[in-house]
């Protein structure tokens, strides 16, 4: 494994051609995701974006609601420390938006099946 010197108080860390994690975000084969989607201050914006993208790709292995929690939960724990405390909050927040907006659905399935 090739490591670079980096004035961290951690001494040694891994080249930033070898972190594989930026590119998952940027082409995951699960979802098709907006340029830029984390880094938006609106967690409804971002609920509707993963969802929009979960549901419109067909190479997910999950529901959409897995695919979209996934890839959320995925960069919030990849950031790590690196992510701003404001942008986690929203991050955070992004998750709640998230379970409501799929929750509409589901009870609108629900309802509809009962007329």
């Known amino acids: 494994m090739r490591r670079t010197q980096n004035k961290s108080s951690k001494g040694l860390r891994r080249s930033k051609s070898r972190q594989w994690s930026g590119r998952v975000t940027q082409r995951s084969n699960a979802l098709d995701l907006q340029p830029k989607v984390f880094k938006s201050t ?14 419109a790709s067909k190479r997910r292995k999950g529901t ?16 790590g420390k690196s992510l701003p405390q404001k942008q986690k909050r929203v991050l955070e927040r992004a998750k709640a938006e998230l379970r409501d907006v799929l929750a509409e659905r589901r009870r609108k399935l629900f309802v509809s099946q009962m007329s």
């Not at 609106?42 to 549901?55: D, V």
């Not at 959409?64 to 950031?79: D, G, I, K, W």
């Open 64 to 79: 959409p609601y897995q695919s979209a929690m996934s890839m959320l939960n995925f960069y919030v724990n990849r950031a």
């Open 42 to 55: 609106n967690p409804r914006r971002i609920a509707l974006s993963l969802k929009r993208s979960a549901q």
